[in-house]
Protein backbone atom coordinates (compact mmCIF):
# COMPACT_ATOMS: atom_id res chain seq x y z
CA UNK A 1 0.00 0.00 0.00
CA UNK A 2 2.67 2.10 0.81
CA UNK A 3 4.69 1.28 -1.85
CA UNK A 4 1.82 2.02 -4.39
CA UNK A 5 1.26 5.49 -2.46
CA UNK A 6 5.01 5.98 -3.49
CA UNK A 7 4.42 5.19 -7.01
CA UNK A 8 1.61 7.29 -7.47
CA UNK A 9 3.74 10.44 -6.13
CA UNK A 10 6.22 9.47 -7.92
CA UNK A 11 3.24 9.61 -11.25
CA UNK A 12 2.03 12.57 -10.62
CA UNK A 13 5.78 14.16 -9.82
CA UNK A 14 6.24 13.38 -12.78
CA UNK A 15 3.28 14.67 -14.29
CA UNK A 16 3.48 18.02 -12.79
CA UNK A 17 7.12 18.01 -14.46
CA UNK A 18 5.98 16.84 -17.83
CA UNK A 19 3.11 19.40 -17.50
CA UNK A 20 5.59 22.65 -16.39
CA UNK A 21 8.25 21.41 -19.17
CA UNK A 22 5.30 21.57 -21.71
CA UNK A 23 3.82 25.03 -20.25
CA UNK A 24 7.73 26.55 -20.46
CA UNK A 25 8.36 25.33 -24.31
CA UNK A 26 4.58 26.95 -25.03
CA UNK A 27 5.52 30.04 -23.76
CA UNK A 28 8.84 30.28 -25.54
CA UNK A 29 7.45 29.63 -28.50
CA UNK A 30 4.89 31.98 -27.73
CA UNK A 31 7.67 34.42 -27.23
CA UNK A 32 9.14 33.38 -30.82
CA UNK A 33 5.91 34.28 -32.42
CA UNK A 34 5.70 37.01 -30.78
CA UNK A 35 8.59 37.88 -31.61
CA UNK A 36 8.29 36.82 -35.49
CA UNK A 37 5.19 38.80 -35.53
CA UNK A 38 6.24 41.71 -34.45
CA UNK A 39 9.21 41.57 -37.24
CA UNK A 40 6.35 40.80 -39.87
CA UNK A 41 4.39 44.06 -38.55
CA UNK A 42 7.56 45.64 -39.06
CA UNK A 43 8.33 44.57 -42.50
CA UNK A 44 4.78 45.31 -43.73
CA UNK A 45 4.84 48.99 -42.32
CA UNK A 46 8.27 49.12 -44.23
CA UNK A 47 6.48 47.37 -47.74
CA UNK A 48 3.36 50.23 -47.17
CA UNK A 49 6.02 52.79 -47.01
CA UNK A 50 7.99 51.78 -50.07
CA UNK A 51 3.91 51.69 -51.62
CA UNK A 52 3.26 55.06 -51.07
CA UNK A 53 6.92 56.70 -52.21
CA UNK A 54 6.36 54.23 -55.46
CA UNK A 55 2.71 55.46 -55.94
CA UNK A 56 4.14 59.16 -55.90
CA UNK A 57 6.37 58.42 -58.22
CA UNK A 58 4.31 57.19 -60.62
CA UNK A 59 2.18 60.12 -60.10
CA UNK A 60 4.49 62.58 -61.01
CA UNK A 61 5.66 60.39 -64.45
CA UNK A 62 1.92 60.47 -65.28
CA UNK A 63 1.88 64.04 -64.80
CA UNK A 64 5.14 63.86 -66.78
CA UNK A 65 3.54 62.02 -69.07
CA UNK A 66 0.51 64.30 -69.68
CA UNK A 67 2.86 66.97 -70.09
CA UNK A 68 4.96 65.33 -73.03
CA UNK A 69 1.65 64.48 -74.89
CA UNK A 70 0.16 67.88 -74.50
CA UNK A 71 3.42 69.44 -75.97
CA UNK A 72 3.46 66.79 -78.86
CA UNK A 73 -0.75 67.64 -79.70
CA UNK A 74 0.23 71.06 -79.72
CA UNK A 75 3.71 70.73 -82.21
CA UNK A 76 1.44 68.64 -84.32
CA UNK A 77 -1.03 71.12 -84.54
CA UNK A 78 1.50 73.41 -85.40
CA UNK A 79 3.07 71.39 -88.09
CA UNK A 80 -0.43 71.19 -89.30
CA UNK A 81 -1.15 74.62 -89.80
CA UNK A 82 2.99 74.77 -91.37
CA UNK A 83 1.48 72.54 -93.42
CA UNK A 84 -1.60 74.20 -94.60
CA UNK A 85 -0.10 77.56 -94.97
CA UNK A 86 2.92 75.91 -97.36
CA UNK A 87 -0.05 74.53 -99.26
CA UNK A 88 -2.57 78.11 -99.35
CA UNK A 89 0.93 79.61 -100.47
CA UNK A 90 1.14 76.84 -103.23
CA UNK A 91 -1.72 77.30 -104.46
CA UNK A 92 -1.38 81.08 -104.38
CA UNK A 93 1.50 80.66 -106.90
CA UNK A 94 -0.07 78.35 -109.11
CA UNK A 95 -3.13 80.95 -109.37
CA UNK A 96 -0.70 83.60 -110.02
CA UNK A 97 1.19 81.70 -112.71
CA UNK A 98 -2.29 80.77 -114.08
CA UNK A 99 -3.27 84.18 -114.16
CA UNK A 100 -0.08 85.21 -115.66
CA UNK A 101 -0.78 83.22 -118.57
CA UNK A 102 -4.17 83.82 -119.00
CA UNK A 103 -3.52 88.00 -118.96
CA UNK A 104 -1.13 87.22 -121.70
CA UNK A 105 -3.21 85.26 -123.70
CA UNK A 106 -5.50 87.68 -123.72
CA UNK A 107 -3.13 90.64 -124.26
CA UNK A 108 -2.58 88.40 -127.02
CA UNK A 109 -6.13 87.77 -127.81
CA UNK A 110 -7.01 91.60 -128.22
CA UNK A 111 -4.06 92.63 -130.16
CA UNK A 112 -5.15 90.08 -132.56
CA UNK A 113 -9.18 91.34 -132.81
CA UNK A 114 -7.56 95.05 -133.26
CA UNK A 115 -5.99 94.05 -136.12
CA UNK A 116 -9.25 92.10 -137.44
CA UNK A 117 -11.24 95.41 -136.52
CA UNK A 118 -8.87 97.68 -138.27
CA UNK A 119 -9.17 95.01 -141.16
CA UNK A 120 -12.71 94.81 -141.16
CA UNK A 121 -13.35 98.96 -141.28
CA UNK A 122 -10.89 99.00 -144.58
CA UNK A 123 -13.34 96.52 -146.07
CA UNK A 124 -16.68 98.36 -144.90
CA UNK A 125 -15.00 101.56 -145.89
CA UNK A 126 -14.60 99.56 -149.41
CA UNK A 127 -18.26 98.51 -149.35
CA UNK A 128 -19.71 101.57 -148.25
CA UNK A 129 -18.01 103.35 -151.44
CA UNK A 130 -19.25 100.65 -154.19
CA UNK A 131 -22.59 100.76 -152.59
CA UNK A 132 -22.63 104.53 -152.96
CA UNK A 133 -21.57 104.20 -156.85
CA UNK A 134 -23.84 101.48 -157.14
CA UNK A 135 -27.25 103.47 -155.40
CA UNK A 136 -26.28 106.52 -158.05
CA UNK A 137 -26.76 104.14 -160.95
CA UNK A 138 -29.89 102.47 -159.61
CA UNK A 139 -31.06 106.02 -159.21
CA UNK A 140 -29.88 106.66 -162.78
CA UNK A 141 -32.04 103.49 -163.93
CA UNK A 142 -34.82 104.36 -162.24
CA UNK A 143 -35.49 107.60 -163.74
CA UNK A 144 -35.15 105.93 -167.12
CA UNK A 145 -37.67 103.43 -166.02
CA UNK A 146 -40.00 105.79 -164.59
CA UNK A 147 -39.92 107.39 -168.22
CA UNK A 148 -40.47 104.31 -169.86
CA UNK A 149 -43.30 103.30 -167.55
CA UNK A 150 -45.30 106.38 -168.63
CA UNK A 151 -44.45 105.93 -171.71
CA UNK A 152 -46.20 102.34 -171.87
CA UNK A 153 -49.03 103.77 -169.76
CA UNK A 154 -49.68 106.73 -172.47
CA UNK A 155 -49.17 102.99 -175.23
CA UNK A 156 -51.70 100.77 -172.99
CA UNK A 157 -54.41 103.89 -173.02
CA UNK A 158 -54.04 104.37 -176.55
CA UNK A 159 -54.23 100.63 -177.14
CA UNK A 160 -57.23 99.89 -174.87
CA UNK A 161 -59.07 102.78 -176.47
CA UNK A 162 -58.69 101.09 -179.42
CA UNK A 163 -59.55 98.12 -178.37
CA UNK A 164 -62.71 99.47 -177.07
CA UNK A 165 -63.60 101.10 -180.36
CA UNK A 166 -63.23 98.02 -182.29
CA UNK A 167 -65.38 95.69 -179.60
CA UNK A 168 -67.68 98.03 -178.95
CA UNK A 169 -67.47 97.66 -175.38
CA UNK A 170 -66.12 99.44 -172.53
CA UNK A 171 -62.96 97.39 -170.55
CA UNK A 172 -65.33 96.92 -167.27
CA UNK A 173 -67.60 95.11 -169.76
CA UNK A 174 -64.93 93.24 -171.33
CA UNK A 175 -63.55 92.13 -167.95
CA UNK A 176 -67.50 91.05 -166.75
CA UNK A 177 -67.71 89.19 -169.37
CA UNK A 178 -64.26 87.15 -169.22
CA UNK A 179 -65.07 86.36 -166.15
CA UNK A 180 -68.64 84.40 -166.52
CA UNK A 181 -67.11 82.66 -168.97
CA UNK A 182 -64.02 81.56 -167.08
CA UNK A 183 -66.87 80.96 -164.57
CA UNK A 184 -69.27 79.23 -166.13
CA UNK A 185 -66.00 76.96 -167.32
CA UNK A 186 -64.84 76.75 -163.39
CA UNK A 187 -67.94 75.33 -162.72
CA UNK A 188 -67.82 72.64 -165.24
CA UNK A 189 -64.81 71.63 -164.53
CA UNK A 190 -65.24 71.65 -161.02
CA UNK A 191 -68.49 70.07 -161.15
CA UNK A 192 -66.99 66.72 -163.10
CA UNK A 193 -64.51 66.60 -160.62
CA UNK A 194 -66.52 66.05 -157.81
CA UNK A 195 -68.24 63.54 -159.68
CA UNK A 196 -65.18 61.88 -159.90
CA UNK A 197 -64.05 62.06 -156.32
CA UNK A 198 -67.60 60.94 -155.34
CA UNK A 199 -67.29 57.80 -157.53
CA UNK A 200 -63.88 57.19 -156.46
CA UNK A 201 -64.64 57.76 -152.34
CA UNK A 202 -67.39 55.16 -153.21
CA UNK A 203 -65.60 52.73 -154.42
CA UNK A 204 -63.32 53.26 -151.87
CA UNK A 205 -65.80 53.09 -148.95
CA UNK A 206 -67.57 50.43 -150.59
CA UNK A 207 -64.48 48.33 -150.88
CA UNK A 208 -63.44 49.20 -147.52
CA UNK A 209 -66.69 48.33 -145.80
CA UNK A 210 -66.57 45.16 -147.16
CA UNK A 211 -63.21 44.09 -146.32
CA UNK A 212 -63.87 45.07 -142.64
CA UNK A 213 -67.22 43.13 -143.00
CA UNK A 214 -65.69 39.92 -144.19
CA UNK A 215 -63.01 40.11 -141.91
CA UNK A 216 -65.50 40.85 -138.90
CA UNK A 217 -67.73 37.50 -139.74
CA UNK A 218 -64.62 35.62 -140.49
CA UNK A 219 -63.39 36.13 -136.91
CA UNK A 220 -66.97 35.85 -135.20
CA UNK A 221 -68.34 32.54 -136.54
CA UNK A 222 -70.86 30.43 -133.99
CA UNK A 223 -72.32 27.09 -134.68
CA UNK A 224 -76.33 26.80 -135.89
CA UNK A 225 -79.00 25.27 -133.68
CA UNK A 226 -82.12 23.42 -134.51
CA UNK A 227 -84.86 25.23 -133.83
CA UNK A 228 -87.65 23.16 -132.74
CA UNK A 229 -90.41 22.00 -129.82
CA UNK A 230 -89.88 18.75 -129.18
CA UNK A 231 -87.61 17.04 -127.09
CA UNK A 232 -86.05 13.34 -126.68
CA UNK A 233 -86.19 11.84 -123.38
CA UNK A 234 -84.45 8.15 -123.77
CA UNK A 235 -85.85 5.02 -121.35
CA UNK A 236 -84.04 2.11 -120.61
CA UNK A 237 -86.75 -0.12 -121.61
CA UNK A 238 -89.96 -0.68 -122.75
CA UNK A 239 -91.39 -1.06 -119.23
CA UNK A 240 -90.83 2.57 -117.67
CA UNK A 241 -92.98 3.33 -119.95
CA UNK A 242 -95.68 1.90 -118.04
CA UNK A 243 -94.38 3.88 -114.63
CA UNK A 244 -94.75 6.97 -116.91
CA UNK A 245 -98.03 6.48 -117.67
CA UNK A 246 -98.93 5.12 -114.34
CA UNK A 247 -102.26 3.76 -112.94
CA UNK A 248 -104.99 4.71 -115.58
CA UNK A 249 -102.97 7.65 -116.48
CA UNK A 250 -102.46 9.54 -113.07
CA UNK A 251 -98.75 10.32 -113.17
CA UNK A 252 -98.31 11.51 -116.80
CA UNK A 253 -101.31 13.92 -116.57
CA UNK A 254 -100.04 14.88 -113.23
CA UNK A 255 -96.44 15.71 -115.35
CA UNK A 256 -97.83 17.19 -117.78
CA UNK A 257 -100.03 19.98 -115.64
CA UNK A 258 -97.07 20.36 -113.26
CA UNK A 259 -94.33 21.04 -116.24
CA UNK A 260 -96.90 22.45 -118.63
CA UNK A 261 -95.67 19.94 -121.53
CA UNK A 262 -97.43 17.62 -123.85
CA UNK A 263 -96.06 13.89 -123.29
CA UNK A 264 -96.13 11.99 -126.53
CA UNK A 265 -96.09 8.00 -125.81
CA UNK A 266 -96.13 6.10 -129.48
CA UNK A 267 -95.06 2.44 -131.01
CA UNK A 268 -91.50 4.05 -130.74
CA UNK A 269 -89.51 2.15 -128.58
CA UNK A 270 -87.22 3.22 -126.10
CA UNK A 271 -88.03 7.21 -126.39
CA UNK A 272 -90.77 9.25 -124.96
CA UNK A 273 -91.42 12.74 -126.80
CA UNK A 274 -92.02 16.20 -124.76
CA UNK A 275 -93.53 18.84 -126.76
CA UNK A 276 -93.87 22.30 -125.78
CA UNK A 277 -93.74 25.85 -127.70
CA UNK A 278 -91.41 26.94 -124.59
CA UNK A 279 -87.94 26.04 -124.24
CA UNK A 280 -87.58 27.01 -121.11
CA UNK A 281 -90.16 24.64 -119.80
CA UNK A 282 -89.43 21.63 -122.19
CA UNK A 283 -85.48 21.84 -121.00
CA UNK A 284 -87.08 21.65 -117.15
CA UNK A 285 -89.46 18.87 -118.27
CA UNK A 286 -87.04 16.69 -119.80
CA UNK A 287 -84.16 16.67 -116.89
CA UNK A 288 -87.13 16.18 -114.45
CA UNK A 289 -88.36 13.23 -116.57
CA UNK A 290 -84.22 12.07 -117.04
CA UNK A 291 -84.54 12.37 -112.97
CA UNK A 292 -87.43 10.36 -112.58
CA UNK A 293 -86.61 7.60 -114.91
CA UNK A 294 -82.95 6.93 -113.03
CA UNK A 295 -85.10 7.20 -109.88
CA UNK A 296 -87.35 4.55 -110.68
CA UNK A 297 -89.85 5.89 -108.25
CA UNK A 298 -92.37 7.75 -110.40
CA UNK A 299 -95.53 8.89 -108.78
CA UNK A 300 -97.32 12.19 -108.34
CA UNK A 301 -95.55 13.59 -105.24
CA UNK A 302 -91.46 12.57 -106.77
CA UNK A 303 -92.77 14.43 -109.93
CA UNK A 304 -93.50 17.27 -108.15
CA UNK A 305 -90.09 16.77 -106.22
CA UNK A 306 -88.14 16.27 -109.35
CA UNK A 307 -89.73 19.18 -111.01
CA UNK A 308 -88.63 21.11 -108.62
CA UNK A 309 -84.81 20.04 -108.85
CA UNK A 310 -85.45 20.81 -112.43
CA UNK A 311 -86.51 24.43 -111.71
CA UNK A 312 -83.23 24.77 -109.02
CA UNK A 313 -80.75 23.19 -112.11
CA UNK A 314 -82.00 25.35 -114.66
CA UNK A 315 -81.69 28.09 -112.68
CA UNK A 316 -78.17 27.48 -112.00
CA UNK A 317 -77.66 26.68 -115.62
CA UNK A 318 -79.01 30.42 -116.64
CA UNK A 319 -76.17 31.76 -114.16
CA UNK A 320 -73.52 29.47 -115.83
CA UNK A 321 -74.16 30.15 -118.77
CA UNK A 322 -74.42 34.07 -118.68
CA UNK A 323 -71.36 34.34 -116.78
CA UNK A 324 -69.79 32.21 -119.59
CA UNK A 325 -71.36 34.10 -122.30
CA UNK A 326 -70.29 37.54 -120.34
CA UNK A 327 -66.40 36.09 -120.35
CA UNK A 328 -66.52 35.09 -123.97
CA UNK A 329 -67.97 38.38 -124.60
CA UNK A 330 -65.18 40.10 -122.72
CA UNK A 331 -67.89 41.96 -120.67
CA UNK A 332 -67.65 42.85 -116.95
CA UNK A 333 -69.42 44.85 -114.23
CA UNK A 334 -73.22 43.55 -115.22
CA UNK A 335 -75.81 44.12 -112.75
CA UNK A 336 -76.13 40.63 -111.27
CA UNK A 337 -79.75 41.22 -111.56
CA UNK A 338 -79.65 40.44 -115.15
CA UNK A 339 -77.49 36.85 -114.85
CA UNK A 340 -80.88 34.98 -114.64
CA UNK A 341 -82.57 37.27 -117.82
CA UNK A 342 -79.79 36.38 -120.22
CA UNK A 343 -79.08 33.08 -119.27
CA UNK A 344 -82.54 32.31 -119.90
CA UNK A 345 -81.72 33.26 -123.83
CA UNK A 346 -79.49 30.17 -123.79
CA UNK A 347 -83.59 28.40 -124.49
CA UNK A 348 -83.99 30.75 -126.80
CA UNK A 349 -83.45 30.43 -130.69
CA UNK A 350 -84.41 32.36 -133.33
CA UNK A 351 -84.36 30.83 -137.27
CA UNK A 352 -82.12 28.20 -135.70
CA UNK A 353 -79.56 30.51 -133.76
CA UNK A 354 -79.50 30.47 -130.09
CA UNK A 355 -79.65 34.03 -128.99
CA UNK A 356 -77.37 33.90 -126.15
CA UNK A 357 -75.23 32.92 -128.90
CA UNK A 358 -76.25 35.20 -131.25
CA UNK A 359 -75.19 38.31 -128.49
CA UNK A 360 -71.66 36.76 -128.17
CA UNK A 361 -71.13 36.59 -131.67
CA UNK A 362 -72.55 40.14 -131.80
CA UNK A 363 -70.27 41.24 -128.90
CA UNK A 364 -67.26 40.01 -131.08
CA UNK A 365 -68.21 41.28 -134.40
CA UNK A 366 -69.38 44.96 -132.62
CA UNK A 367 -65.67 45.25 -130.95
CA UNK A 368 -64.32 44.27 -134.23
CA UNK A 369 -66.36 47.00 -136.70
CA UNK A 370 -65.51 49.84 -133.61
CA UNK A 371 -62.36 48.96 -133.91
CA UNK A 372 -61.57 48.66 -137.58
CA UNK A 373 -63.65 52.13 -137.76
CA UNK A 374 -62.46 53.94 -134.34
CA UNK A 375 -65.39 53.85 -132.29
CA UNK A 376 -65.68 52.94 -128.61
CA UNK A 377 -64.94 49.17 -128.57
CA UNK A 378 -66.46 48.51 -124.67
CA UNK A 379 -69.81 50.66 -125.60
CA UNK A 380 -70.17 48.61 -128.85
CA UNK A 381 -69.34 45.41 -127.57
CA UNK A 382 -71.79 46.06 -124.35
CA UNK A 383 -74.67 47.31 -126.20
CA UNK A 384 -74.35 44.41 -129.02
CA UNK A 385 -74.47 41.93 -125.96
CA UNK A 386 -77.58 43.22 -124.35
CA UNK A 387 -79.37 43.86 -127.84
CA UNK A 388 -81.44 41.02 -127.55
CA UNK A 389 -82.18 40.98 -123.76
CA UNK A 390 -85.97 41.53 -124.49
CA UNK A 391 -86.43 38.36 -125.78
CA UNK A 392 -86.31 36.40 -122.57
CA UNK A 393 -89.79 38.05 -121.72
CA UNK A 394 -91.29 38.10 -124.75
CA UNK A 395 -93.93 37.01 -125.59
CA UNK A 396 -94.91 37.22 -122.14
CA UNK A 397 -94.71 40.83 -121.95
CA UNK A 398 -96.41 43.17 -124.08
CA UNK A 399 -94.00 45.50 -126.49
CA UNK A 400 -91.26 44.40 -129.03
CA UNK A 401 -88.45 42.77 -127.66
CA UNK A 402 -86.11 46.30 -128.44
CA UNK A 403 -88.14 48.03 -126.19
CA UNK A 404 -88.03 45.98 -122.98
CA UNK A 405 -84.52 45.15 -123.59
CA UNK A 406 -83.71 48.71 -123.45
CA UNK A 407 -86.39 49.52 -120.39
CA UNK A 408 -84.72 46.37 -118.51
CA UNK A 409 -80.73 47.97 -119.29
CA UNK A 410 -81.92 51.37 -117.87
CA UNK A 411 -83.52 49.86 -115.00
CA UNK A 412 -80.38 48.15 -114.49
CA UNK A 413 -77.70 50.92 -114.53
CA UNK A 414 -76.54 51.03 -118.03
CA UNK A 415 -75.57 54.10 -120.02
CA UNK A 416 -78.21 55.90 -122.08
CA UNK A 417 -75.51 55.07 -125.58
CA UNK A 418 -76.11 51.65 -124.65
CA UNK A 419 -79.85 52.35 -123.57
CA UNK A 420 -80.54 53.97 -127.20
CA UNK A 421 -78.15 51.60 -129.14
CA UNK A 422 -80.37 48.40 -127.75
CA UNK A 423 -83.69 50.50 -128.03
CA UNK A 424 -82.39 51.54 -132.35
CA UNK A 425 -81.17 48.29 -133.56
CA UNK A 426 -84.29 47.63 -135.37
CA UNK A 427 -85.11 50.99 -136.37
CA UNK A 428 -88.00 51.69 -133.80
CA UNK A 429 -86.38 54.83 -132.96
CA UNK A 430 -83.77 56.67 -134.80
CA UNK A 431 -80.13 55.70 -134.57
CA UNK A 432 -77.96 58.61 -133.66
CA UNK A 433 -74.92 57.89 -132.28
CA UNK A 434 -72.10 55.94 -134.08
CA UNK A 435 -72.67 52.96 -131.21
CA UNK A 436 -76.21 52.50 -132.77
CA UNK A 437 -75.31 51.56 -136.44
CA UNK A 438 -72.65 49.02 -135.12
CA UNK A 439 -74.94 47.48 -133.29
CA UNK A 440 -77.32 47.22 -135.82
CA UNK A 441 -74.75 46.34 -138.53
CA UNK A 442 -73.57 43.86 -136.17
CA UNK A 443 -76.90 42.26 -135.80
CA UNK A 444 -77.56 42.28 -139.15
CA UNK A 445 -73.90 40.73 -139.66
CA UNK A 446 -74.79 37.80 -137.41
CA UNK A 447 -78.13 37.15 -138.79
CA UNK A 448 -77.29 36.99 -142.40
CA UNK A 449 -73.80 35.68 -142.56
CA UNK A 450 -74.11 32.25 -144.11
CA UNK A 451 -75.13 29.59 -142.44
CA UNK A 452 -76.27 31.52 -139.59
CA UNK A 453 -79.90 30.62 -139.24
CA UNK A 454 -81.83 27.74 -141.07
CA UNK A 455 -83.91 27.95 -144.07
CA UNK A 456 -84.37 25.73 -146.94
CA UNK A 457 -82.67 26.69 -150.23
CA UNK A 458 -85.84 25.96 -151.85
CA UNK A 459 -87.95 27.92 -149.60
CA UNK A 460 -85.39 30.70 -149.50
CA UNK A 461 -85.51 30.98 -153.57
CA UNK A 462 -89.28 30.41 -153.60
CA UNK A 463 -89.62 33.30 -151.06
CA UNK A 464 -86.92 35.57 -153.00
CA UNK A 465 -89.07 35.34 -156.53
CA UNK A 466 -91.99 35.33 -154.56
CA UNK A 467 -91.15 39.33 -153.53
CA UNK A 468 -89.54 40.19 -156.93
CA UNK A 469 -92.50 38.66 -158.82
CA UNK A 470 -94.64 40.85 -156.71
CA UNK A 471 -93.23 43.79 -157.33
CA UNK A 472 -92.25 43.83 -160.65
CA UNK A 473 -96.32 43.32 -160.83
CA UNK A 474 -97.26 46.93 -160.20
CA UNK A 475 -97.14 49.25 -163.11
CA UNK A 476 -94.34 51.53 -163.73
CA UNK A 477 -91.93 49.27 -162.15
CA UNK A 478 -88.89 48.11 -164.56
CA UNK A 479 -87.07 45.88 -161.94
CA UNK A 480 -86.77 44.82 -158.57
CA UNK A 481 -84.38 43.12 -156.80
CA UNK A 482 -84.78 41.13 -153.32
CA UNK A 483 -81.83 41.36 -151.01
CA UNK A 484 -80.61 40.00 -147.60
CA UNK A 485 -82.44 37.19 -147.23
CA UNK A 486 -85.71 39.43 -148.51
CA UNK A 487 -85.29 41.98 -145.51
CA UNK A 488 -84.38 44.77 -148.31
CA UNK A 489 -86.24 45.24 -151.76
CA UNK A 490 -84.77 47.70 -154.39
CA UNK A 491 -87.53 48.77 -156.78
CA UNK A 492 -85.90 50.43 -160.18
CA UNK A 493 -89.45 52.10 -161.61
CA UNK A 494 -89.68 54.28 -165.44
CA UNK A 495 -89.02 58.06 -164.44
CA UNK A 496 -91.76 59.39 -167.16
CA UNK A 497 -94.39 57.02 -165.96
CA UNK A 498 -93.84 57.43 -162.14
CA UNK A 499 -93.60 60.53 -160.66
CA UNK A 500 -92.43 61.48 -156.77
CA UNK A 501 -95.41 61.32 -155.51
CA UNK A 502 -96.57 58.17 -157.29
CA UNK A 503 -92.89 56.79 -155.74
CA UNK A 504 -94.01 56.98 -152.55
CA UNK A 505 -97.35 55.52 -152.82
CA UNK A 506 -95.96 52.03 -154.90
CA UNK A 507 -93.41 51.58 -151.98
CA UNK A 508 -96.10 51.43 -149.52
CA UNK A 509 -98.68 49.54 -151.50
CA UNK A 510 -95.46 46.98 -152.65
CA UNK A 511 -94.71 46.85 -149.09
CA UNK A 512 -98.44 46.33 -148.06
CA UNK A 513 -98.55 43.30 -150.61
CA UNK A 514 -94.88 41.44 -149.23
CA UNK A 515 -96.65 42.18 -145.80
CA UNK A 516 -99.37 40.00 -146.49
CA UNK A 517 -98.39 37.20 -149.20
CA UNK A 518 -94.71 36.16 -147.99
CA UNK A 519 -93.24 35.75 -144.62
CA UNK A 520 -89.89 36.96 -144.17
CA UNK A 521 -88.23 37.02 -140.72
CA UNK A 522 -87.55 40.17 -139.38
CA UNK A 523 -88.58 43.24 -140.85
CA UNK A 524 -88.74 44.32 -144.69
CA UNK A 525 -87.53 47.44 -146.26
CA UNK A 526 -88.93 48.58 -149.40
CA UNK A 527 -87.14 51.13 -151.74
CA UNK A 528 -88.86 52.79 -154.90
CA UNK A 529 -85.13 54.32 -157.05
CA UNK A 530 -86.79 56.84 -159.75
CA UNK A 531 -83.45 58.04 -161.44
CA UNK A 532 -83.27 60.87 -164.55
CA UNK A 533 -79.89 60.71 -166.78
CA UNK A 534 -79.86 63.55 -168.78
CA UNK A 535 -76.66 62.28 -171.77
CA UNK A 536 -75.35 64.57 -174.20
CA UNK A 537 -72.42 63.72 -176.08
CA UNK A 538 -70.11 66.00 -177.55
CA UNK A 539 -66.72 65.89 -180.75
CA UNK A 540 -66.67 63.33 -183.45
CA UNK A 541 -66.59 59.74 -182.81
Not at 114 to 135: F, V, W
Not at 420 to 435: F, G, K, L, R
Request: with cysteine.
Amino acid sequence: MLIALVVVAVLSVAVIIGWLADRRAIGRRAERAESERDAKALELSRSEERLVRATQDLAGSRDETAAARAALESSRVRLADEERRADHAEQARHSAEALLEINQRSAEELTERDRQLREARRRLDAGLDKLEKERLELAERSSHLDERDAELDRRDEQIVAELERVAGMSLGQAQDELAEHLGRESRAVAEYSARAIIAEATTNAEGKARHIVADAIQRCSSEMVADTVVSVVPLPSDEMKGRVIGREGRNIRTFEQVTGVTVIIDDTPGIVLLSCFDPMRREVARQALVDLVEDGRIHPISIEKAHQRAVDHIEQMCLEAASEALSEAGIADVDDRLLPILGSLRFRTSYGQQVLDHCVECARLAATLAAEIGGDVDTCRRAAFLHDLGKSLTPGVGGTHAAIGAELARRHGESDEVVHAIAAHHDEIEPVSVTDLIVKAADAISAARPGARRDSLEAHVRRMDTIEEIATSFSGVERAFALQAGREVQILVDPGTVDDLHASRLARQIALAVGEQVTVPGRTRVTVIRSFQAVETVGES
